[in-house]
């Protein structure tokens, strides 16, 4: 069974430590706000000049004017505060996100992202990604494992516009969870239902088997 979206996000979650300031991308990773496991507390921070974000708001109670970098409204957390991009990207830029999530085309073996643009396509830039990619301690893309008509998107080499060049050091997609390290990807986690030849096949780049892979619980 792929894992849906939500599931995706909330696999990730498990990833958040107590402490933790976090940057949530556009897509998949905007989910991530609404499966923080209880007993810790992190702080969600948003390019576009918010700190202390929260999770999506209940259906009726959305205030238009309280967005994150994506346009979709949010909530804000007791003490949240707003400020200018420039300070954002300040935060950004000088090493103080621990964890960033972002959605991803493509992934290689090595850890380098394209992630912001397919040629031919209309696309409005790169947005923060790339000040993400260059300085969050640490980067977790969520995406799916392959293309709608099945080529793999786990890779030895990206084939679209480059984001960050060796920076990834986990994915998480609808069929595993998977650690970048020297050796390549190595499985840690399946979806359930998915056997690690299918993950095999779906995935081009380099894949490392190392004893049993558990099935993700949840």
């Known amino acids: 069974m792929n894992l849906t979206?939500?599931?995706?996000?909330?696999?990730?979650a498990r990833e958040l430590q107590d402490g933790y300031y976090v940057n949530l991308g556009i897509g998949i990773p905007t989910l991530v706000a609404n499966y923080i496991p209880e007993g810790i507390e992190v702080v969600l921070q948003s390019e576009n000049?918010?700190?202390g974000m929260g999770a999506f708001p209940e259906k009726g109670h959305a205030d238009p004017d309280l967005i994150n970098a994506g346009k979709q409204t949010v909530t804000l957390q007791p003490g949240g505060v707003f400020f200018d991009s420039a300070t954002s990207f300040a935060m950004i830029r000088g090493g103080h996100v621990d964890l960033t999530v972002l959605g991803a085309f493509e992934v290689t073996d090595t850890g380098d992202i394209a992630s912001w643009k397919i040629p031919g396509k209309m696309v409005k830039g790169m947005g923060g990604a790339m000040d993400l990619v260059a300085a969050a301690k640490n980067i977790i893309v969520a995406m799916q494992h392959t293309s709608k008509d099945g080529q793999s998107k786990l890779l030895k080499t990206c084939t679209l516009p480059l984001t960050g060049v060796a920076c990834v050091k986990k994915v998480v997609t609808d069929l595993a969870v998977l650690d970048i390290t020297e050796e390549g990807f190595v499985l840690l986690e399946r979806a359930p239902g998915v056997s690690v030849e299918a993950i095999q096949k779906a995935t081009e780049g380099r894949l490392v088997i190392?004893?049993?892979?558990?099935?993700?619980?949840?």
């Open 5 to 12: 979206k939500e599931q995706i996000a909330q696999r990730i």
């Open 49 to 51: 000049g918010m700190l």
């Open 210 to 218: 190392k004893g049993d892979i558990p099935q993700m619980r949840f």
